[in-house]
C-alpha cells in the first residue's frame, strides 16, 4: 500500500509530526472519494478503503499475509538477486535504479515465490512488487517465476501469480524480453503435466507481463478497477488516432468482452483461490484447462469451474453465475425470435 511520502496537511514541515501523522492516516487515492482514512482501518479491509471500496496497491509481503494460510510461506529462490550485465546507463544507472528499488520494497526483487497453502490446499504461489522498479520484469524475475513454476509441477501442485507490472524491464534490454518466452514454456510444461495455473492480475499489468504468463493462466482472476492491458491508453490513442471507450483497459471492460474470468474484490479473493484451487485438486484441472483454451469467450466457460468449485465446496462464485442466468433468457428470446423469424 503506497504510504510512504503520503502529505497529511497540518503536519506538514514539521519533521517530527508528520512523521507520526503519516504513519496513521492516509488520503483515499479515488479522486470522488478522498476521504482521509484511518491506516489500521484501510489494514483491516485488506487495504481497501472502508468508504469506496477503493483498492490500494499492496507490497508482495502484504499481498502474502492477506491471501495464503498463515503460517504456512517457505520462500522459494530468495537467493537470485538482479546484476547489471550491459552496463546500462540511461537517465540513471540501472545500479541506481536496482538500489532504490531495494530501498522501497525492502526486497531483493519484483517477486516473491513461496511454497504454500491457500484454503488447506498445497500450491506455489508468487507475489509481484510494483515498488520494485515498477515490479518490471528483468531476468531474475522470469527466472523466478520459471523456478517457481517448475517446482509446481514436480510437486504436482498448482501455481497462483498475483501480477502486477509496467511490462519487461528495458535496462535489461533482450535479456528480459526473453523472460516472456522461458515463462511461457515452463507453464506449456506444467499444462501438459496436466496441473492447474491461476493468475490473479491486480493494478496495473502491462506489456511483456500481460502477454506473457498474466494471461496464459487457466483462469484469470483480476481486482476490480485494475488497469489492465499491453500498451497504455495515451500511447495507444496517438498511435491509432481513435478515442478509447471509457473505462477501456479497466478489469471490468475486460471481463466484458471476454478477456477474463472473474473480477473478484480483494476481500473475496482468499475464498475464491480457495475454491479453484479445491476444484482444480480435486480432478478439475484439465477440465479447467480445456475451458481456457476452447475456441469461444473466455466468458462462456467462466461458469463452468465456477460452477464445478461450487459442487466440491457447496459454495459457488457468484459474479460468473449471475451472468450465465442474466445470458441465458436472452439466448433463449434470440433463438425464439430466429424460429418466429423462419
Ligand atoms: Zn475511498
Given at each position: 500500500?503506497?504510504?510512504?511520502?503520503?502529505?497529511?496537511?497540518?503536519?506538514?514541515?514539521?519533521?517530527?509530526?508528520?512523521?507520526?501523522?503519516?504513519?496513521?492516516?492516509?488520503?483515499?487515492?479515488?479522486?470522488?472519494?478522498?476521504k482521509?482514512?484511518?491506516?489500521?482501518?484501510v489494514?483491516?479491509?485488506?487495504?481497501?478503503?472502508?468508504?469506496?471500496?477503493?483498492?490500494?496497491?499492496?507490497?508482495?509481503?502484504?499481498?502474502?499475509?492477506?491471501?495464503?494460510?498463515s503460517?504456512?510461506?517457505?520462500?522459494?529462490?530468495?537467493?537470485?538477486?538482479?546484476?547489471?550485465?550491459?552496463?546500462?546507463?540511461?537517465?540513471?544507472?540501472?545500479?541506481?535504479?536496482?538500489?532504490?528499488?531495494?530501498?522501497?520494497?525492502?526486497?531483493?526483487?519484483?517477486?516473491?515465490?513461496?511454497?504454500?497453502?491457500?484454503?488447506?490446499?498445497?500450491?506455489?504461489?508468487?507475489?509481484?512488487?510494483?515498488?520494485?522498479?515498477?515490479?518490471?520484469?528483468?531476468?531474475?524475475?522470469?527466472?523466478?517465476?520459471?523456478?517457481?513454476?517448475?517446482?509446481?509441477?514436480?510437486?504436482g501442485?498448482?501455481?497462483?501469480?498475483?501480477?502486477?507490472?509496467?511490462?519487461?524491464?528495458?535496462?535489461?534490454?533482450?535479456?528480459?524480453?526473453?523472460?516472456?518466452?522461458?515463462?511461457?514454456?515452463?507453464?506449456?510444461?506444467?499444462?501438459e503435466?496436466?496441473?492447474?495455473?491461476?493468475?490473479?492480475?491486480?493494478?496495473?499489468t502491462?506489456?511483456?507481463?500481460?502477454?506473457?504468463?498474466?494471461?496464459?493462466?487457466?483462469?484469470?482472476?483480476?481486482?476490480?478497477k485494475?488497469?489492465?492491458?499491453?500498451?497504455g491508453?495515451?500511447?495507444?490513442?496517438?498511435?491509432?488516432k481513435?478515442?478509447?471507450?471509457?473505462?477501456?483497459?479497466?478489469?471490468?471492460?475486460?471481463?466484458?468482452h471476454?478477456?477474463?474470468?472473474?473480477?473478484?474484490?480483494?476481500?473475496?479473493?482468499?475464498?475464491?483461490?480457495?475454491?479453484?484451487l479445491?476444484?482444480?485438486?480435486?480432478?478439475?484441472?484439465?477440465?479447467?484447462?480445456?475451458?481456457?483454451?476452447?475456441?469461444?469467450?473466455?466468458?462462456?466457460?467462466?461458469?463452468?469451474?465456477?460452477?464445478?468449485?461450487?459442487?466440491?465446496?457447496?459454495?459457488?462464485?457468484?459474479?460468473?453465475?449471475?451472468?450465465?442466468?442474466?445470458?441465458?433468457?436472452?439466448?433463449?428470446?434470440r433463438?425464439a425470435?430466429?424460429?418466429?423469424?423462419?
Open positions: 500500500m503506497a504510504l510512504a511520502g503520503r502529505r497529511t496537511g497540518p503536519g506538514e514541515g514539521n519533521g517530527r509530526r508528520t512523521v507520526r501523522t503519516e504513519a496513521q492516516f492516509l488520503k483515499c487515492e479515488n479522486s470522488a472519494c478522498n482521509t482514512l484511518f491506516v489500521k482501518e489494514q483491516k479491509h485488506n487495504y481497501c478503503c472502508p468508504a469506496c471500496g477503493h483498492h490500494f496497491r499492496v507490497s508482495s509481503r502484504e499481498r502474502v499475509q492477506i491471501t495464503i494460510d503460517g504456512t510461506w517457505t520462500e522459494l529462490f530468495d537467493e537470485l538477486e538482479p546484476m547489471d550485465v550491459l552496463n546500462f546507463q540511461g537517465k540513471k544507472s540501472y545500479q541506481q535504479s536496482l538500489k532504490e528499488g531495494r530501498q522501497k520494497s525492502g526486497e531483493k526483487e519484483a517477486v516473491i515465490c513461496g511454497a504454500c497453502k491457500v484454503k488447506g490446499i498445497e500450491t506455489v504461489f508468487c507475489a509481484m512488487d510494483f515498488k520494485y522498479i515498477g515490479a518490471s520484469m528483468g531476468s531474475v524475475v522470469g527466472e523466478k517465476i520459471a523456478r517457481a513454476i517448475e517446482y509446481a509441477t514436480a510437486k501442485w498448482p501455481i497462483v501469480i498475483v501480477c502486477c507490472s509496467g511490462g519487461a524491464r528495458m535496462q535489461e534490454g533482450v535479456l528480459s524480453l526473453m523472460q516472456m518466452a522461458k515463462t511461457s514454456a515452463a507453464l506449456q510444461r506444467h499444462n503435466a496436466g496441473l492447474a495455473y491461476i493468475a490473479v492480475l491486480t493494478d496495473p502491462l506489456a511483456g507481463v500481460s502477454a506473457s504468463y498474466a494471461f496464459l493462466a487457466d483462469v484469470i482472476v483480476a481486482e476490480p485494475a488497469m489492465i492491458g499491453f500498451t491508453a495515451r500511447v495507444l490513442e496517438q498511435a491509432i481513435v478515442k478509447l471507450p471509457p473505462g477501456f483497459q479497466e478489469s471490468e471492460f475486460l471481463l466484458k471476454g478477456q477474463l474470468d472473474m473480477v473478484v474484490p480483494r476481500a473475496q479473493i482468499r475464498s475464491t483461490l480457495g475454491k479453484l479445491t476444484y482444480a485438486t480435486a480432478g478439475g484441472a484439465r477440465k479447467m484447462q480445456d475451458a481456457a483454451k476452447a475456441p469461444r469467450s473466455r466468458l462462456e466457460f467462466a461458469k463452468a469451474p465456477a460452477q464445478a468449485a461450487a459442487s466440491v465446496t457447496g459454495n459457488g462464485q457468484a459474479a460468473p453465475k449471475k451472468k450465465a442466468a442474466r445470458r441465458k433468457p436472452a439466448a433463449k428470446k433463438a425470435k430466429a424460429r418466429a423469424g423462419r
